[in-house]
């Protein structure tokens, strides 16, 4: 069965520190992962994705199949990056299905 | 683009009365679209997958005849709780995929907060 794990609900950081959000997953295919945000009384959206290797708002996700994990990284967090962040897996059986992680809260303090 | 949304938006109602969600892909045609719910501080559940024009397919646990999800247009999707009761009460929301084709990004509607009485 495919899983997603991560591992914390909250994370509290300074204006201008490194971000990294853990996210690991489990999969017996080859994985699609994606990294979704939502801001505070807005929908969900989505931030990246692993096939598209490119930088969102200054947001990056490597793929590491071997430790098989998509952590989510900024080198300078801002404060409009406070929201709630959720992993998502693609795959089992087709269709589209996405697995979503149980999302971790990015708090960005002055 | 790939606008959804959904209606209402929150929706108290009596126990026992039946509830119809909406979903709509604004800009674009979705055959895909797909139910998940989500209770406070944990991840949204994926309740079932919405076909356009056959029947929807429902996870694991998801009682369909609780849950019926009618998709009859390229753009709209519904979906009833039927006989609503207390522990109905959760935040549902809908995604499209525009096209329905495969590998592409999910684009989500605002949710629906349902609170039964």
């Known amino acids: 069965a495919q899983r997603v794990t991560q591992p914390e609900k909250l994370l509290s950081v300074f204006k201008g520190a490194p971000v990294e959000l853990k996210c690991n997953y489990s999969?017996?295919?080859?994985?699609?992962l994606f990294w979704y945000v939502q801001y505070s009384r807005q929908r969900l959206q989505l931030l990246l994705r692993?096939?598209s290797r490119e930088s969102i708002k200054g947001f990056t996700a490597d793929l590491n199949k071997g430790e098989t994990s998509f952590h989510l990284k900024k080198p300078f967090a801002q404060e409009e990056d406070s929201a709630m962040y959720y992993c998502?897996?693609?795959?089992?059986?087709?269709?589209?299905?996405?697995?979503f992680g149980t999302g971790t809260q990015l708090k960005v303090e002055l | 683009g790939a606008v959804v949304s959904q209606h209402p938006s929150w929706v108290i109602c009596k126990s026992g009365t039946s509830v119809k969600i909406e979903c709509r892909s604004l800009?674009?045609?979705?055959?895909?679209m797909f139910w998940y719910r989500q209770f406070p501080k944990q991840s949204l559940m994926l309740m079932a997958t919405?076909?356009?024009?056959?029947?929807?397919?429902?996870e694991q646990g998801v009682e369909k005849d609780k849950f019926l999800i009618n998709h009859a247009s390229l753009t709209l999707s519904t979906l009833t709780v039927t006989s609503a009761h207390p522990e109905d009460s959760s935040f549902y929301i809908c995604?499209?995929?525009?096209?329905?084709?495969?590998?592409?990004?999910?684009?989500f509607g605002d949710g629906t907060r349902l609170s039964i009485l």
């Open positions: 692993h096939i």
């Open positions: 998502a897996l693609l795959g089992g059986g087709g269709g589209n299905k996405l697995t």
């Open positions: 800009d674009f045609q979705a055959t895909t």
């Open positions: 995604s499209a995929i525009p096209g329905g084709v495969s590998n592409q990004p999910q684009h």
């Open positions: 999969y017996s295919g080859s994985p699609e």
């Open positions: 919405s076909n356009e024009g056959s029947k929807a397919t429902y």
